[in-house]
């Protein structure tokens, strides 16, 4: 593979000078050798215009830091495939929060509502001299669930938090609520369903499964939220 | 930028930095009741400890017998006998307890079947003072880091800590007697700068392998913490100490854990050889990472390296049972997979060493306080994680001990911490007049100037001149020329001129603000390792080849002591390595072998 010039439309709004947002066009060369992810283009765009603003860090899919929706799709600049982009590719901010600044959102509502779920270990017996005992099948049940990176890929793919980010929880929120709800270490079960038993924290999940199409880690929201619904139930009968 | 005004805000504390060390301060300082501003240029989650994978070592003995004082004796001689021997008993002797009290706070391990925290081979870990490898690396599958830093983030949200998120401290107050009395920075989102009138400050920062130009460090892996320290006249310790990690995605620079080898993972050259064994005919390919980094570059030099231009090696697991790879290495193979188009269960992975980690740093005692080249503590000054040298890595830091350093060190600093300003009873000193002038002149300088140079080209000949001059195996002339050349380069970043002048989320400003700090990282790094004549640990030269007198170009009674850089002056003096532990006998000097 050779180089190419690609096509790129890109969100841009700078409140200290634009009076509203806009798309620029910009066409960049790309090499496909070197360039093989979405982050080292945007690199490269950004080493000919500093002005240019978005989130990195890891450049290696498990910090969360570089989510953007790509092609009208939430995921990771780091993780995209650029030769798989149709053009012009089309980077906007991730939909649903406000934005500061170009690919840049404010996901203050987004780590509102994580906080929300208490997300740390509860259990208030006193621990043990060495670490507490959890069987591997135990230990499995958390699989698919500690691994989330808090990206918002999800919540912000999600039309229930589009329309409800102060009061729905989220698909990050509940998977997360669900990782420590699953650990037999956790002692809040019944607490924890509680706080969930609500027709928007949980129950504006509709079940419309982008989280589970978006999410750069392969995790499954969808079936949290059904396992937190199934428990609900079963303490009900 | 017009609003070049600064108002103070104050705290008892504050913590630099959010990743597993000033995390681990954090908690103490939160539970301790502290008023306490954490300050990190990302949400906490998005830290670099979040990259590592392999493990954090302690001593537990879940799987066999293992014992604190032989971790201890591997410490010290894979940090070549640079590393302060109190300190690295210190640590060693409290690994146990601070990856139990992680489990505690909910970490999820994976477990052994009687439900214990999963241990693993890991690269220079053995049993019985050097016998042959055991399993100290306690592991949740190959995203331990990640599992961790989440887990200490958590017990955060419930001690309830303040966090300022995005926020990207710029400078160290210090006054006319030394004393530390906080920070500036600057807010990201608004351009605000802000003064941190505190107490106590306590830097977190992490390394700064973005000096490199392959590294496995994120992008803000830029050395905030040792520019700071440098421009405050505190002296940097050893910084010629970089450890370059076998494993490293060729081309991409993304992370491999050792614990892919620690599971049985075997490197291979063109011959499919299992080199390691030439190397390190008892350890293999898990000796120590510098040994085996050399070792690699050697198979690379002479031929044997892998691929159209035999530039990499291969890192061959696919004699593993495919669900030991699922279950054990499952985000090794999205790595592969993602960065090397490679699945690692039907095929080898392209891997050469790449840089990773900063053995030297701020210089530190066990208890987290920063000293000075005097010997004394800086008042109101702490440092953990690998922006602090305490020193328990000395030339050579050993897989998974640095998640160990950051707990145990993270965790010291904070209680020296509660201890001086709860007991003592500490007031605020008052800040000096002039406190923010060099922070102000430094902003102003980069909103006026007009035909400068480009940061991101500066960046880029910075760390081509540290890959080149400065690499797996260092030689005199290069050394030298590369001390001119990086002092070229610093007079470009005293130029740096951006575009954007924005005060929202401005990241052009941040990265030239940044480069000031990689600069002198890159500066000490240099005229330190031009300056040891000697082979030790990860810093080898051709100078100083392995000779009968000098068993592995190691030169005991020249250059076993600490290097310290100072700023002012780019000049060094020299400390002794502390040989002395605390309560066992000191590890008597050795040739290092595998």
């Known amino acids: ?237 | 930028m017009s609003k070049l005004t600064i108002s103070v805000r104050k705290f008892d504390a504050v913590i630099v930095g959010a990743g597993g060390a000033g995390l681990r301060a954090a908690i103490q300082l939160s539970e301790a009741g502290l008023k306490t501003a954490v300050l990190s240029k990302v949400f906490p989650t998005r830290s670099h400890t979040v990259a590592a994978q392999g493990g954090v070592s302690a001593s537990l003995g879940n799987s066999e017998e293992d014992h604190w004082h032989w971790h201890m004796y591997d410490t010290v001689k894979g940090s070549d006998w640079l590393g302060d021997q109190d300190a690295i008993e210190y640590m060693c002797r409290k690994a146990p307890e601070a990856v139990v009290e992680l489990e505690h706070f909910g970490m999820p391990f994976d477990r052994t079947d009687e439900g214990k925290i999963y241990q693993r081979p890991f690269g220079g870990h053995m049993s019985n003072f050097g016998e042959k490898p055991v399993r100290r690396a306690c592991a949740a599958a190959d995203r331990t880091g990640h599992a961790m830093l989440h887990a200490l983030y958590q017990r955060n949200v419930r001690a309830n800590t303040q966090f300022f998120v995005e926020w990207m401290a710029l400078d160290l107050i210090r006054d006319a007697e030394g004393h530390v009395l906080g920070i500036i920075a600057l807010e990201m989102e608004t351009g605000d700068i802000v003064a941190f009138h505190a107490k106590a400050t306590i830097f977190a920062t992490g390394g700064a392998g973005r000096i490199y130009y392959s590294s496995t460090n994120a992008f803000i892996n830029t050395g905030d913490g040792l520019g700071m320290a440098a421009r405050a006249g505190i002296a940097l310790e050893d910084m010629e100490f970089w450890q370059f990690h076998p494993t490293g995605v060729a081309g991409a620079g993304v992370l491999i854990t050792e614990g892919v080898r620690g599971e049985g993972g075997i490197l291979r050259n063109s011959d499919n050889e299992r080199f390691m064994e030439r190397y390190a005919p008892n350890a293999k390919d898990l000796a120590s990472r510098d040994v085996v980094s050399r070792a690699m570059v050697t198979e690379i030099n002479e031929g044997r390296g892998c691929g159209p231009h035999k530039d990499f090696v291969l890192l061959d697991i696919t004699h593993l049972d495919p669900a030991t790879i699922m279950k054990r290495l499952p985000g090794i193979r999205e790595i592969s997979i993602q960065f090397a188009g490679i699945d690692p269960i039907k095929a080898p992975i392209p891997v050469v060493p790449t840089c990773h980690y900063q053995m030297g740093g701020v210089p530190t005692n066990y208890h987290g306080q920063v000293v000075n080249a005097d010997g004394t503590t800086v008042p109101g000054f702490y440092a953990a994680g690998e922006v602090a040298c305490a020193s328990v890595h000395g030339a050579n830091r050993l897989g998974t001990n640095s998640l160990l350093d950051l707990l145990v060190f993270g965790k010291a600093s904070g209680d020296s911490v509660v201890e001086s300003v709860k007991k003592n009873a500490v007031a605020h000193k008052d800040l000096p007049a002039d406190f923010a002038d060099q922070t102000l002149a430094r902003l102003n300088r980069l909103n006026t100037q007009k035909s400068g140079a480009s940061v991101n080209e500066t960046r880029l000949e910075m760390q081509r001149t540290m890959q080149k001059h400065c690499g797996v195996f260092r030689f005199k002339d290069m050394l030298e020329e590369g001390v001119r050349k990086i002092c070229e380069v610093e007079k470009a970043v005293r130029l740096t001129e951006i575009g954007d002048k924005s005060n929202t989320w401005n990241t052009a400003r941040v990265e030239a603000l940044e480069l000031d700090n990689l600069i002198e990282v890159a500066k000490s790094t240099m005229v330190s390792a031009e300056a040891r004549k000697e082979s030790r640990g990860a810093h080898v030269r051709d100078d100083a080849p392995d000779t009968a007198a000098n068993p592995n170009g190691r030169d005991d009674e020249k250059w076993l002591k600490h290097s310290l850089w100072h700023r002012e002056t780019n000049t060094l003096s020299y400390k002794p390595v502390t040989l002395t532990p605390l309560s066992v006998e000191s590890i008597a000097l050795k040739t290092r072998a595998y």
């Open chain 1, 1 to 237: 593979m050779a180089t190419e010039t690609m096509q790129f439309k890109i969100y841009r709004y700078d409140p200290d000078k634009d009076s509203a947002p806009y798309m620029q066009d910009i066409s960049i060369e790309v090499d496909h050798a070197i360039d093989r992810k979405l982050l080292d283009v945007l690199t490269k765009i950004k080493a000919k215009d500093d002005s240019l603003s978005y989130r990195r860090s890891c450049r290696e899919g498990i910090c969360g830091s570089d989510a953007m929706n790509i092609n009208g799709r939430n995921g990771l600049a780091c993780l995209t495939e650029i030769s798989e982009l149709k053009q012009p590719v089309v980077l906007r901010p991730l939909p649903g929060l406000p934005v500061i600044r170009d690919l840049i959102v404010d996901m203050t509502q987004f780590f509102k509502q994580y906080h929300s779920i208490k997300p740390y270990l509860i259990n208030d017996t006193p621990p043990p001299e060495r670490e507490r005992l959890q069987t591997p099948e135990d230990r499995e049940e958390l699989n698919g669930l500690y691994e989330c990176i808090l990206c918002a890929c999800c919540s912000t793919s999600c039309p229930s938090f589009w329309w409800n980010p102060d009061k729905f929880v989220g698909p990050a929120g509940l998977l997360n609520a669900y990782r420590f709800i699953a650990d037999t270490r956790d002692e809040a079960t019944n607490a924890r369903l509680d706080d969930l038993e609500d027709p928007y924290r949980l129950f504006r999940c509709h079940t419309i499964m982008n989280c589970v199409e978006v999410c750069p880690k392969g995790l499954n929201p969808t079936m949290a939220i059904g396992k937190i619904k199934e428990m609900m139930v079963r303490r009900a009968i």
